[in-house]
């Protein structure tokens, strides 16, 4: 675990390094044979670093050849959307199924069976909803209800331009279905009240670490476990809260067909999404909080990682095409229990 910890101090002292102003960051300086451009979620810097330097240690063992890997971070959704407006990325890791799949509903770029060719529906890993609170749990913060009193203010990304607020807002949406069955009116109380305690909604969700972190603001940060846990390794100022109850958060990866075509990286983008189901990387993901499917590796952080009941989209709303359109898209009950 140890090793895991110092390699997430490392990669957050290169992030700040090696940001560039749009956005991107460079695994490596110097000049390589091959380059590949991954496209992920903004929470994901220190995962990305610490795998691309496995990866390209790897790959040049294999091939004799040097890759740069160069990253490009921000909410899933915006990230996708950079894809469609022309950032030709080769490889995705996102934090929803929806924002992979806007790249073969609206842009053609892959397939619409993108989710076959990888295991576990191309997710390599996956995580749940966890809250961060302050040394000691000031206000007791044990559970969503917690999130409904008066006294209590959190920090989310928002669920219009990322998928960890979404994952966030089904989360509560899940309790609230299994705490008040059939009453929808009291389901829509207990949003309406949640969301009305949110004092802050940032773009991504490192911003809503940024926002909690080093702005001091909100009594809980409600994010990814895997950051939570990350944060309270590296801070003992704070702790992390996991619910009984969350919602099951896939993370799918997919190359970019068109993109690996045209840049001619389709072996080596197949092999760095490959790559993330080995057990020496689910080992190293692992190491960041995430859990993970390698059985090895389950057993060996086991007690990393509470039993929780997972709630997956498909017992909320059916499916994410049904969700997206109900719950995110404009006017939908996500609008409608903000309105005043």
Partial sequence: MANHLSLFKRASRWGGALMLSAGLSLGHAQAADQELLNSSYDIARELF?????????QWKEKTGKTVE???SHAGSSRQAQAILQGLRADVVTYNQ????????????????NWRERLPNASSPYYSTMAFLVRKGNPKNIQNWDDLARDDVSSVLPNPKTSGNGRYTYLAALGYAQKTFGEDQQAIDNFL?????????????????????????????????????????????????????????????????????KQNGTEELAKAYLEGLYSEEAQRLIAGFYNRVHN???????????????LVTVEQIGGSWENVMKEH?????????LQRR
């Fill in 97 to 112: 199924v929806t924002d992979v799949d806007i790249l073969h509903e609206r842009g053609n770029l892959i397939p619409e």
């Fill in 69 to 71: 890997i160069k990253q």
């Fill in 328 to 336: 995110f898209a404009s006017g939908g009950k996500l609008d409608q």
């Fill in 192 to 260: 309406r009240t949640f969301l009305g305690n949110v004092a802050v909604f940032d773009t991504g969700g490192r911003g809503a670490t940024t926002t909690f972190v080093e702005r001091g603001i909100g009594d809980v940060l409600l994010t990814f476990e895997a950051e939570v846990n990350n944060i309270a390794a590296q801070n003992p100022g704070y702790e992390v809260v996991v619910p009984k109850i969350s919602f099951l958060a896939e993370f799918p990866v997919t190359w970019v067909d068109r993109s690996v």
């Fill in 295 to 309: 059985e090895t590796v389950k057993a060996e952080f086991a007690e990393q990682f509470p039993e929780l009941e």
């Fill in 49 to 57: 670093s610490a795998y691309n330097e496995l990866f390209t240690e």
